[in-house]
């Protein structure tokens, strides 16, 4: 009994839960606001886009790579979004089908980033970082382009219900999607062929390749996965607020990374749980809202989430350190 | 040997740029028979595997397996002939367990849709890696522990129980030895008599001779992209293979 009692605690995302539990007790006595249906399906909705990005990473960091550009492919996919509705709109159409077209326009620029990320990085050898900051810096910039740098309103009101309409007090069609999205990434990280792969690559990359693992192709639908969830988590966004800024997203790979290595990925690729990183993602975003709720300026977030890596990296290296002694 | 070899190459060359990396090379190994293959860095001993692997096509000469020309367009082929290799140093995911290592690449998959889907059936695998291993002679503690855990020598063990467990003709060992005590390699050689003993081809490659002269049957010896030696291993004492590789002495 002990024993297992013992197992149980030693898991990173069941002591990452509990911290999440003692963040939600300490933020409530300060602001008893904070611990209120209300508040929690703020939460939920602030962590769906946070969650989609950092499953995204979760694949790439696994196989040793990263994903800078999954804000950017937010963005850009959320704006392309709401450029086709407004197009589908004003011609007339119904706005189910122009949902639809929408929905198309943001999975298509995550389709395209992704494998423009997969090609640069396996066919024109780029390593992860570079191919994903010069597709981080295109994208943002084609965000700009296409809107000349304002807000794309004029979403039918279609848009906001399936947004914004909660259903038994907190979840919403957006938030229902994303649970199902973390349940089937769970089941190929961890229980399928795909997710050993993965793995394997980020573990050693020549000993996944001698074992006849095709490394480039599986690399570039690894890149495919996070720039599709970006742009799934860019088409939320859309829903939630029922515009497109070229804005929105910006920073969003910090919000991500820090989910995935608060939630115990290693950098260094091959070990890392969903489970953790989606606490993880839990975290960062309860930590956002939570700072606000108690008074903080939001312009502080990008500097928390920053420090938050920060403490996450260094905790780890402390832990391998300390296992290896 | 006049009986047909059982993995050949035949007048292999390979240029890297303007660098001749393989000259006409000759290499033939028999069923049951252990051959070293040594020889100076840059001397082609990594090109030469290259190619018998399959991870590098040769731009001239011919591979022949039991007598049959074959060509292989990456070390899948190869491996699905029945041509398993250990690279140096790369053989393993640490962050595996073991019996994820032994099935890497040839993962068993459950049943039905699921199975079709990619899941795997874990229990499976862990089942046949145990047996495997221990066929091949290697005693290794709880498959579902990840490699990292284990030590040095038991994490070789592993590498080389699954070329082992998987090849069904030859086994190519890049360096096996390398960075292990004495004790850990000699149960490497071990593992290689054992695989020798059930008929298969063992290419070794290593630069620690004595494990050279201990372990194979012959040795071929390269020197810049040649084939300047390939006798009976008893006919050598460290002394004369060291000169051979030098190239101080013409066998």
């Keep these: ?325 | 040997m006049t009986s047909t070899a059982l993995y050949e190459v035949r007048g292999v060359g390979k240029r890297y740029g303007g660098v001749v990396a393989l000259d006409g090379v000759n290499f033939s190994l028999h069923a049951g028979e252990v051959v070293g293959l040594v020889g100076d860095n840059g001397a082609g001993k990594s090109t030469l595997v290259k190619v018998l692997s399959g991870a590098h096509e040769p731009d001239s000469g011919e591979i022949y397996l039991q007598g049959e020309r074959r060509s292989w367009k990456s070390p899948h082929d190869a491996m699905e002939a029945g041509v398993e290799t250990l690279y140096q140093d790369s053989g393993i995911a640490p962050d595996l367990t073991v019996s994820a290592n032994v099935f890497l690449g040839r993962e068993i998959l459950r049943k039905g849709v699921l199975g079709r889907l990619g899941f795997l059936d874990e229990k499976a695998m862990r089942k046949q890696a145990q047996s495997e291993l221990e066929r091949v002679g290697i005693a290794v503690p709880a498959s579902n522990r990840p490699v990292a855990r284990l030590s040095g020598g038991q994490r070789q063990a592993v590498a080389i129980g699954r070329a082992v467990a998987w090849a069904n003709k030859v086994i190519i060992l890049d360096e096996p030895t390398n960075h292990l005590g004495a004790r850990q390699a000699g149960e490497v050689l071990e593992v290689i008599r054992e695989a020798k003993s059930k008929g298969f081809g063992v290419i070794f490659i290593s630069h620690t001779l004595p494990h050279v002269l201990e372990v194979t049957d012959r040795i071929v010896v390269l020197r810049l992209g040649r084939v300047v030696a390939d006798a009976p291993s008893s006919t050598y004492t460290p002394d004369t293979l060291l000169k051979a590789i030098n190239g101080l002495s013409q066998q």
């Design chain 1, 1 to 325: 009994m002990l024993h297992g009692l013992r197992d149980v605690v030693r898991r990173q995302d069941v002591i990452l839960l509990m911290l999440f539990f003692v963040m939600v007790v300490a933020f409530t006595a300060v602001n008893p606001r904070f611990f209120s249906v209300r508040a929690m399906a703020n939460v939920l909705q602030d962590f769906s886009p946070v969650v989609l990005m950092a499953i995204g990473q979760t694949f790439v960091i696994a196989s040793r790579g990263i994903d800078l550009s999954v804000g950017s492919v937010l963005g850009l996919s959320g704006v392309s979004m709401a450029l086709a509705i407004r197009a589908a709109n004003s011609v007339g159409m119904d706005p189910w089908v122009a949902i639809a077209l929408g929905m198309s326009a943001a999975i298509g620029v995550g389709v395209v980033v992704g494998l423009i990320n997969g090609l640069l990085i396996t066919y024109f050898r780029l390593v992860p970082f570079v191919a994903t900051l010069a597709t981080m810096g295109a994208a943002a910039g084609m965000s700009l382009v296409l809107t000349g740098g304002t807000q794309i309103a004029g979403a039918p009101k279609e848009v906001i219900l399936l947004g914004n309409a909660t259903y038994f007090g907190a979840l919403t069609v957006p938030v229902v999607v994303v649970f199902l999205a973390i349940f089937v990434s769970w089941a190929f990280l961890s229980r399928a062929r795909f997710g050993r792969w993965t793995y394997a690559i980020g573990s050693n990359p020549f000993a996944a390749r001698g074992a006849g693992i095709s490394v480039e192709r599986h690399l570039v639908k690894i890149y495919l996965i996070s720039g599709v969830l970006s742009a799934l988590a860019g088409a939320f966004v859309y829903f939630r607020l029922g515009s497109g800024s070229p804005l929105s997203g910006r920073g969003g790979e910090l919000s991500a990374i820090a989910a995935a290595v608060i939630g115990g990925m290693s950098l260094q690729g091959g070990s890392g749980k969903l489970t953790g990183v989606v606490v993880g993602a839990l975290i960062t975003t309860a930590v956002l809202s939570g700072l606000i709720l108690i008074g903080v300026q939001p312009n502080w977030q990008q500097i928390v989430v920053a420090a938050l890596i920060a403490v996450a990296v260094w905790a780890q290296g402390l832990s391998l350190g300390g296992s290896r002694s």
